[in-house]
């Protein structure tokens, strides 16, 4: 069985820029959440995405945005990147919307 | 506003002996409590969850116990192994509120050093 993965694993860019961040979430999961794990911090809830459908979000601008995808993969796109934003972003992925959450191994993000 | 909060940033436990990590909450909404674990360069693996109707809940060498009055839970490690040296993340839902979606809120973490 195969976890969650996520790509790239390390990824740098200038402020101003956009990014994407991958996930494939584990085999039979239909239920993918987005963190964002600042230095020193515990993770933060971006947004949940359940069947294809954002389910719930956190307290992130709208330059956060994602996707879903019919095999149940997902996307973090990150618009107009911020200095504050460099940090380690996970996904998670579950078997339905209230079952435990499985994290990938993370993409670190640097914004210079 | 901290909702969940792991108010001793680092532990030191001898080898064998037992490990009490500590949580406080502040939403009463929150229902359902999981412990994670972390290594450096990894993401957070699932080690043991309790529902706000249970006071305890043990797996193996974890036991985590809930104190609904005091918002509080604890996490118990017994006995302690080097390789249980990892940083330590309690994380709360509404999981049974109705509220939507299923958001964990995470602490800092403790970081727990287990020493041979």
């Known amino acids: 069985e195969t976890g969650v993965t996520q790509s790239p694993t390390h990824l740098i860019k200038t402020r101003g820029q956009q990014v994407t961040l991958r996930c494939s979430s584990q085999?039979?999961?239909?239920?993918v959440s987005w963190y964002q794990q600042a230095l020193g911090q515990g993770p933060q809830f971006i947004f949940q995405y359940y069947r294809e459908e954002e389910n719930g979000r956190g307290n992130f601008p709208p330059r956060f945005s994602g996707l879903q995808f019919p095999n149940y993969s997902s996307e973090l796109n990150v618009n107009a990147l911020e200095l504050d934003d460099s940090a380690l972003y996970l996904c998670?992925?579950?078997?339905?919307?209230?079952?435990?959450?499985?994290f990938g191994q993370g993409t670190r993000l640097t914004v210079v | 506003d901290q909702q969940v909060k792991q108010n001793s940033p680092s532990l030191s436990v001898q080898e064998g002996r037992i490990s009490i990590l500590n949580c406080d909450y502040t939403n009463s909404m929150f229902d359902y409590f999981l412990w994670y674990k972390k290594y450096p360069a990894e993401g957070p693996t699932f080690l043991i969850s309790?529902?706000?109707?249970?006071d305890k809940n043990e797996d193996g060498r974890f036991t985590v116990f809930l104190n609904k009055s005091a918002k509080h839970l604890s996490l118990h490690i017994v006995p302690s192994q080097p390789g249980d040296s990892a940083v330590y993340f309690c994380?709360?839902?509404?999981?049974?509120?109705?509220?939507?979606?299923?958001?964990?809120?995470f602490g800092k973490g403790t970081k727990l050093s287990v020493i041979p």
């Open positions: 309790i529902s706000s109707i249970k």
């Open positions: 994380a709360a839902s509404a999981r049974y509120s109705g509220a939507g979606s299923y958001q964990l809120t």
């Open positions: 085999s039979g999961h239909n239920t």
């Open positions: 998670a992925s579950s078997l339905e919307q209230f079952t435990e959450a499985f």
